[in-house]
């Protein structure tokens, strides 16, 4: 009898250690997806399926970071002019904090160092679905304000331009590149101090910035303009090196991990373009689905996640051959898209 209950409970304690331990774990190759009318879902990235959703009440995300241990996933929330840290651990995507911002936040990125996160609100805006025009006379600019991770206390605040978009670091972390919709310019911050260090007009080379990513060597910038279809490659210094037109509306834009390509994904052309990045020459193109606005690789760089706003769903293409693999469906309004391990994206690395 002893020793039956002895075995017992060595199988309860080995029961309880195993289901602690799931219930812990950091979830491993999963791409999170932000839905503006849905919530989020969970992508396994092994079976290219959604294997969770979760929809907390007035949680309407767009933006969306991922703290460099992927445990927490946070997400800009245009309704409710919050910010939303999830605990990501055993999948259960708790919803542990909200934090005030202000109308309409949308973006948020991750400092290099991971120790802050910066995301903006645009309090001068409607809050539109992205790439729709609005009043532009007398728009209050946008706020850019940084939170200690994981603590989320918050830290900087300043002022940027008016219908921020795509957010960047320089590579040292110590530059904050922004780019202003509204105002056709680059906005570039120093990260500590919110001083405002240089505003670079681009209205000679097109209309409305809206995409900003730092090549991997941190030698180059690439933005994308959607108002004119431009593509521009600027140097570490922020001058402008090369341009080339891109299809019709121009925004999510990422390099690869080696920096010789640069992926844009031209929202209502419906197609994802590839450009040599030192010449800005086109290579290739494939068709996605409707307003695709921001895309991820993989983790191990072999595919592209491309997040469908206005076909509701994640197409799926090799990041080598471009060809289609896959059409994930059942999204509402699909706007961000991030991977755990963290992975080259538009919204993800550099």
Known sequence: MRKVAVGGGIALVLGGALLYLWFTRIPNNVAYVTEEDGGLSVIDLNRLAVVKRV??????????????????????????ADMTVFDTRGLRLDLIRRI???????????????????????PGSAGGPPGEEQEEENEKPSE????????????????????????????????????NEAQDNIGIFNTGTGQLVKSLDLSMYGKRPRGVKRSPAGDSYAVTMEGSGTLLLLDRDFHVGKMAMTAAKPYGLAFDRSGKRIFVAAATARKLQVYLADSLQLVAETPIGQRCWHFT????????LL???????????DANSYQPIKVIGGFQ??????????????LGLP
């Open 144 to 179: 850019i304000v940084s939170f200690s991770v994981p603590d989320w206390s918050r830290g900087t605040v300043f002022t940027a331009g008016k219908e921020t978009e795509g957010l960047e670091f320089s590579a040292d972390g110590t530059l904050l590149i922004v780019a």
């Open 100 to 122: 005030p911002l202000g109308d309409n936040p949308e973006f948020i990125k991750m400092l290099p160092t991971g120790r802050w996160l910066f995301t903006s609100f645009e």
């Open 297 to 304: 690789f993989t983790p191990d760089d072999s595919k592209l």
């Open 307 to 317: 997040a469908c706003g206005r076909s509701n769903n994640v197409y799926v293409i």
């Open 333 to 346: 309004t699909p706007w961000g898209i991030l991977t755990y391990p963290r992975a080259f994206g538009s």
């Open 55 to 80: 929809h907390p009440n007035d949680v309407a995300p767009r933006g969306l970071g991922l703290t460099f241990d992927g445990r927490y996933l946070v997400t800009a929330n245009k309704d409710s």
